[in-house]
């Protein structure tokens, strides 16, 4: 089984700051990609941004220039770091953590509980 649990979310001000952390554990071999998703009720959980294993990002364009997501592959651990926060930000922020469990084996993905992040106008 894998763990994957976030902290770090919370109530900000518009143009402040937050930062997510994520740690994944348990039964892998490797974990391949991680990413932080976020969710408002009555939407579909979206793509904030990814990170692989070997560094390469991508990021949705809306968070483009504000957030930064980076990884620490030795402790299996992902950041996101949120600046210059907008209302718009609101939404619960789920990581998911993929991962392998045999060389060249599938890939499953696990998803954290998810973590709160209210930006006030």
């Known amino acids: 089984q894998v763990q994957v649990v976030e902290s770090g979310g919370g109530l900000v001000q518009a143009g402040g700051s937050l930062r997510l952390s994520c740690a994944a554990s348990?039964?892998?071999?490797?974990?391949?990609?991680m990413g932080w998703n976020r969710q408002v009720p009555g939407k579909q959980r979206e793509l904030v941004a990814s990170i692989r294993s070997g560094g390469s990002a991508y990021y949705e364009d809306s968070v483009k220039g504000r957030f930064t997501i980076s990884r620490d592959n030795a402790n299996n651990t992902v950041y996101l770091q949120m600046n210059s926060l907008k209302p718009e930000d609101t939404a619960a922020y789920y990581c998911?953590?993929?991962?392998?469990?045999?060389?060249?084996?599938?890939?499953?993905?696990?998803w954290g509980q998810g973590t709160q992040v209210t930006v006030s106008s």
């Open positions: 998911n953590a993929d991962v392998t469990r045999l060389v060249d084996g599938p890939e499953f993905r696990y």
């Open positions: 348990g039964s892998f071999l490797r974990i391949n990609g």
